[in-house]
T-cell receptor
Framework: GAVVSQHPSWVICKSGTSVKIECRSL??????MFWYRQFPKQSLMLMAT?????????EQGVEKDKFLINHASLTLSTLTVTSAHPEDSSFYIC????????????FGPGTRLTVT | GNSVTQMEGPVTLSEEAFLTINCTYT??????LFWYVQYPGEGLQLLLK?????DKGSNKGFEATYRKETTSFHLEKGSVQVSDSAVYFC?????????????FGGGTRLMVKP
């Protein structure tokens, strides 16, 4: 089946620094990718839709200047958390849809961000 | 807008017990329905899916039937194992623009004791 990878799998950074998370579709092309955030013991909340060749679409309440998304190619989307604060600590998950299938999506393994 | 409601956990069962996790949805169109599973420390994995009314999705002993009349997609397994301990998410998907967007339920944590 299709594979989506994320890098890094976990990262610890200091408050005020920026962190970039990569999401790659390894064996298929993805014109659209989704970024989710998951708090401990909670569900996934959609943050934004990443579109190759155009601007990302952010969900209400998500700061676009803080969570920068770049869909550089058909296999890569990046999420940069700028000027990170402890409240940004979370599990970030990306997914890519299989347009050839029945609306199925493939999820990356997630990136755990801890801001100290 | 779309929404998914699933029973709150945790659900604690003994091995070989019968499992039901309820899931109901609201949607404006004709969504596809999914169950995803998240094992401790891992990402989400698709467990099963159904794309139209009366379809039954099944995998690894789990089953769920797309019931349009009751807008439900309840997850069942006849005999759970300790290895089934995980968080289960019900989700629906409708196509938007060039892709499809998933709406998740809150997740239900299942704990199976030996």
């Amino acid at each position: 089946g299709a594979v989506v990878s994320q890098h890094p799998s976990w990262v610890i950074c200091k408050s005020g620094t920026s962190v970039k998370i990569e999401c790659r579709s390894l064996d298929f092309q993805a014109t659209t990718m989704f970024w989710y955030r998951q708090f401990p013991k909670q569900s996934l909340m959609l943050m934004a839709t990443s579109n190759e060749g155009s601007k990302a679409t952010y969900e209400q309440g998500v700061e676009k200047d803080k969570f920068l998304i770049n869909h550089a190619s058909l296999t890569l989307s990046t999420l940069t958390v700028t000027s990170a604060h402890p409240e940004d600590s979370s599990f970030y998950i990306c997914s890519a849809p299989n347009l050839a299938g029945a609306y199925e999506q493939y999820f990356g393994p997630g990136t755990r961000l801890t801001v100290t | 807008g779309n929404s998914v409601t699933q029973m709150e956990g945790p659900v604690t069962l003994s091995e070989e017990a019968f499992l039901t996790i309820n899931c109901t949805y609201t949607a404006t169109g004709y969504p596809s329905l999914f169950w995803y599973v998240q094992y401790p420390g891992e990402g989400l994995q698709l467990l099963l899916k159904a794309t139209k009314a009366d379809d039954k999705g099944s995998n690894k002993g789990f089953e769920a039937t797309y019931r349009k009349e009751t807008t439900s997609f309840h997850l069942e397994k006849g005999s759970v194992q300790v290895s089934d301990s995980a968080v289960y998410f019900c989700a629906l998907s409708e196509v938007i623009n060039a892709g499809n967007m998933l709406t998740f339920g809150g997740g239900t944590r299942l704990m199976v004791k030996p």
